[in-house]
């Protein structure tokens, strides 16, 4: 775990401590081309995982509105065909859904063998949203924390490597970006005036985020504070993880025993 934007499992958190900008890039354009590289590198790398067929790769995108989950994604993946990656996202829950456990939604998404799935937001909803809005007792909110834990721990334990990145922006860069959404005109559709209610408690969201990630970066699935006010930083910073990540794991295709001598195609 040497990476400078993991939250290191068992140890004291300060999110007010993590910034929201870095310039680990000379500028933009140099960001940029770092995102083209990992982008490159990531396409063939999935389409090998595709075909071990085996292990799995679970991204977790959590962040506050405008931080950039799907910027963020198309970053990463917009060189990989869409053969084995899938995006899933987490709204309120349905009537079926609250018939059901918390994380029931949750494990009917998770990466099958060889594919690779993105959380835009997540089951860390449940103790974000849900504990700031009182959707949930203090108690109950506390019972999930471990639940959660257990949960991704049987995911590791089932071949599953799980990345999870918190999206870290600035309150007045979420401001101007809220902004940008009503005077674009091809943004405006993505604007909802909720996100005003939740901006307006945000001591509320930043308290239970430092409290997720105090209580579940674990050494089987650390947090990543990723800054996020700048969207090319962001994405080269997550773009560049994910393709260590791969290569660490080094998926291969399999060998099914085949050889040329061994078949005559006309």
Known sequence: MSSPYIAT???????????????????KDTAKEAIKDHAKAIAPLAHKLYGEADRKLLIVLQGMDTSGKDGTTEAIFHRTPPLNVKVAGFKAPTKTELAHDYLWRVHQV???????????????EDVLVVKVKNYAS???????????????????ESGTTILKFMLHISHETQGERLRDRLVQPHKRWKFNPGDLDDRALWPDFMNAYETMVQRTSTEHAPWHIIPSDSRS????????????????????YPDPGYRPDDFQID
């Not at 063998?113 to 835009?120: C, H, L, P």
């Not at 203090?138 to 590791?156: G, H, K, M, S």
């Open 9 to 27: 499992p068992g140890q004291l958190f300060d999110l007010s401590a993590c910034p929201t900008r870095v310039d680990v890039y000379k500028d």
């Open 110 to 124: 998770v990466p099958g063998a060889g594919q690779i799935t993105v959380f835009n937001r997540s089951h860390y």
């Open 138 to 156: 203090p108690e109950t909110i506390e019972q999930r924390y471990a639940q959660i834990n257990d949960f991704e721990r049987l995911l590791v």
């Open 233 to 252: 930083t962001r994405g080269a910073i997550i773009s560049g993880i994910v393709k260590d990540t791969l290569e660490k794991m080094d998926p291969q």
